[in-house]
C-alpha cells in the first residue's frame, strides 16, 4: 500500500507540475516557447519574460499589440518591486507615454536601437501631460515610480530581454 501511495503521490506532484507557468524552478520559458508553457501573468494575462539591467533583473509584462499597448498598465493598484512591463515598438520611432488612468507613479524608461537607456521620464499618476523619448526607441519599460533611482539606472545602461 504505501509504495502505491508514493507511486500516486509522485505522479501527482508531476501533473502539478506540468500545469505551472513558466519553467521548473519558477523560471520564465524561453522565448519562442509555445503559449501553452509560456508564463503569464496573473493579472494581464500578458507573457512575462526576464530583463536585465546591469546585475539587476527584473520580471516583466511584455505588451506587444495596440490593445495591450494602450492599456499598459492602467487601473492597476501594485506592482512588484522587481515587475514591470516592456512596451516592443515596431517599427522603432520616437514615443511619448502619459498616466491616463494609471493609479501608481512609474519610472518610464526610454530604449534606443542598441538597446540602452536614452532617458527616464517620471510619470505621476493620472497625469496626461506626454512624456516624450530623446530619441528614436525600440521599447519602453515601465518600473514602479522610483526605483531607477534607487538603483542608480540611468541613461546609457545596457538593457536585455
Known amino acids: 500500500m504505501t509504495i502505491l501511495f508514493r507511486a500516486v503521490l509522485a ?9 505551472s507557468p513558466g519553467q521548473a524552478g519558477g523560471k520564465p520559458a524561453p522565448a ?10 496573473p493579472v494581464s494575462g500578458l507573457p512575462v519574460v526576464p530583463l536585465r539591467i546591469g546585475t539587476r533583473t527584473f520580471r516583466v509584462e511584455v505588451a ?4 495591450e499597448q494602450q492599456r499598459g498598465l492602467m487601473f492597476r493598484t501594485e506592482m512588484g518591486a522587481d515587475e514591470g512591463m516592456i512596451f516592443l515598438r515596431e517599427p522603432a520611432d520616437y514615443a511619448a507615454f502619459w498616466m491616463r488612468n494609471t493609479v501608481i507613479p512609474l519610472d518610464i524608461i ?19 501631460t506626454p ?10 519599460l515601465e518600473l514602479n515610480g522610483g526605483r531607477a533611482e534607487a538603483l542608480g539606472i540611468k541613461p546609457g545602461d545596457r538593457v536585455e530581454w
Do not use: M
Not at 505522479?11 to 500545469?19: E, N, Q
Not at 506587444?64 to 490593445?67: G, N, T, V, Y
Open 131 to 140: 512624456l516624450p523619448s530623446s530619441g528614436v526607441a525600440l521599447a519602453v
Open 32 to 41: 519562442g516557447t509555445s503559449p501553452a508553457t509560456e508564463a503569464r501573468h
Open 110 to 128: 526610454f530604449i534606443g536601437k542598441d538597446r540602452r537607456i536614452l532617458n527616464i521620464q517620471h510619470g505621476v499618476p493620472y497625469d496626461e
Open 11 to 19: 505522479t501527482a506532484s508531476i501533473a502539478l507540475a506540468a500545469c
Open 64 to 67: 506587444r499589440s495596440d490593445e
